[in-house]
């Protein structure tokens, strides 16, 4: 095990290191090695991955075939590490932004259009609306702008689906339907994305 002045040489080397290593994330796993999140994916830089091996708070699954050296050390970059301690998961999804687009799958609660979100309340702040995870969802500029302060009924619009407040299962089966652009093959046989078994 290195003492503290070595992990900080360490550090300070890697961040010499090639600006292409920086590409080379370590996807972290709970102790029950599962994802602590799917969307967005739990991902570390590859310098704090190392710098968790050497504090004792992680174990290696899996490397790339980059290798980083320091004055006396040579490693292979992990790319799947696992925590040795367990993290209990939040028992309540945070009410933000991210999260309600997350919920309602980046699309328009009202006609179905992705992109160009922005969200609503279902019953207008000026008509004693709240701001919820009952009275808010993902709406699309143009039904935004249609449904303006109105109620439902007197928009014309109608609801997808009722917003409710999820929970952070729920939350992890969305994510696990948006897949980041990048998954490097050592990270597949942790993740369970919804696809198709092959037969």
Request: hydrophobic residues 35%; positive net charge; proline residues 7%.
């Amino acid at each position: 095990m290195l003492d503290r002045h070595q992990i900080t040489e360490f550090r300070t080397q890697f961040v010499r290191e090639p600006a292409n290593l920086k590409h080379h994330p370590a996807l972290v796993l709970n102790a029950d090695y599962r994802p602590l999140s799917y969307y967005p994916l739990s991902l570390w830089p590859w310098q704090e991955a190392i710098k968790a091996v050497f504090l004792d708070r992680v174990s290696i699954l899996a490397e790339y075939d980059e290798v980083v050296r320091s004055q006396r050390h040579a490693f292979r970059i992990p790319s799947v590490v696992v925590l040795k301690d367990y993290v209990r998961p939040q028992k309540r999804v945070a009410f933000t932004r991210f999260n309600l687009f997350l919920r309602d799958e980046f699309c328009c609660q009202y006609c179905g259009a992705k992109g160009d979100l922005t969200f609503d309340h279902v019953v207008p702040r000026s008509r004693g609306g709240v701001t919820s995870w009952e009275n808010v969802v993902a709406a699309c500029s143009p039904c935004n702008l249609r449904k303006a302060n109105r109620s439902l009924r007197h928009s014309g619009l109608h609801l997808r689906r009722r917003p409710r407040q999820p929970s952070p299962e729920e939350m992890h089966a969305v994510g696990r339907r948006f897949p980041p652009n990048h998954l490097h093959e050592s990270w597949m046989d942790f993740l369970y994305w919804d696809a198709e078994l092959e037969s």
